[in-house]
Nanobody, 120 residues
Framework: QVQLLESGGGLVRAGGSLRLSCAVDGSIFSINAMGWYRQAPGKQRELVATITSDGSTNYAVSVKGRFTITRDNPKNTVYLQMNSLKPEDTAVYYC??????????????WGQGTRVTVSS
């Protein structure tokens, strides 16, 4: 069984920083893209940032310049460094990974979500 184990959420004041981590646990063959999504109350889940296996990144316009996504391939872990946080960043953040377990096709896996609350 494959699980995505997230950590690092919490409560922070506006202007503060948080770092989210997501580790892939379980037997796998390879990981393609990894990313972070978020869902605020009453809103749809939206993309925050993604990173490919070779390190190419993509960011939502709303977080560009404030958030940085990185990954440690040997550790099968992806990180999201969030700086200059704003109240509108408040949401549940979900880790996503496109994983091949056996080497012949890839599937989407999701973490359980970690809550980030930014107070004004």
């Amino acid at each position: 069984q494959v699980q995505l184990l997230e950590s690092g959420g919490g409560l922070v004041r506006a202007g503060g920083s948080l770092r989210l981590s997501c580790a892939v646990d379980g037997s796998i063959f390879s990981i393609n893209a990894m990313g972070w999504y978020r869902q605020a109350p009453g809103k749809q889940r939206e993309l925050v940032a993604t990173i490919t296996s070779d390190g190419s990144t993509n960011y939502a316009v709303s977080v560009k310049g404030r958030f940085t996504i990185t990954r440690d391939n040997p550790k099968n872990t992806v990180y999201l460094q969030m700086n200059s946080l704003k109240p509108e960043d408040t949401a549940v953040y979900y880790c996503n990974a496109y994983i091949s377990r056996w080497g012949y096709h890839y599937s989407d896996y999701w973490g359980q979500g970690t809550r980030v609350t930014v107070s004004s």
